[in-house]
Nanobody, 126 residues
Framework: QVQLVESGGGLAQAGGSLRLSCVAS????????MGWFRQGPGKEREFVAA????????YYSDAVEDRFTISRDNTKNTVYLQMNSLKPEDSAVYYC???????????????????WGQGTQVTVSS
């Protein structure tokens, strides 16, 4: 069993930045792929970014490419999402998720993840 706790959400102005953190506990963190997803009101949960267990491979949705950066610190069991140049359309509840895997390629589909955090709200004002 894995427990995930996100933090760092809040209110930001368009063009601003926020940094989300997700701390994992309950199992060996290093052999897990991590992903960030978001869900806006009335929308389906969508992929934002993912990182392989080694941190060597990262993937981003087209909507956040070049603005967001995913990273991880396996010594702290933590994954981060640095969000820059925020836009109002980035407003959503952001979730981190864990996929237990030794694959070097993290999954991009939310259905393939094993554990989820409770989410943190990000609101970007125009």
């Amino acid at each position: 069993q894995v427990q995930l706790v996100e933090s760092g959400g809040g209110l930001a102005q368009a063009g601003g930045s926020l940094r989300l953190s997700c701390v994992a506990s309950g199992r060996t963190f290093s052999r897990t792929a991590m992903g960030w997803f978001r869900q806006g009101p009335g929308k389906e949960r969508e992929f934002v970014a993912a990182i392989s267990w080694s941190g060597g491979r990262t993937y981003y949705s087209d909507a956040v490419e070049d603005r967001f950066t995913i990273s991880r610190d396996n010594t702290k069991n933590t994954v981060y999402l640095q969000m820059n140049s925020l836009k109002p359309e980035d407003s959503a509840v952001y979730y981190c998720a864990v996929k237990v895997t030794t694959s070097l390629v993290p999954p991009l589909q939310p259905t393939r993840y094993d554990y989820w955090g409770q989410g943190t709200q990000v609101t970007v004002s125009s």
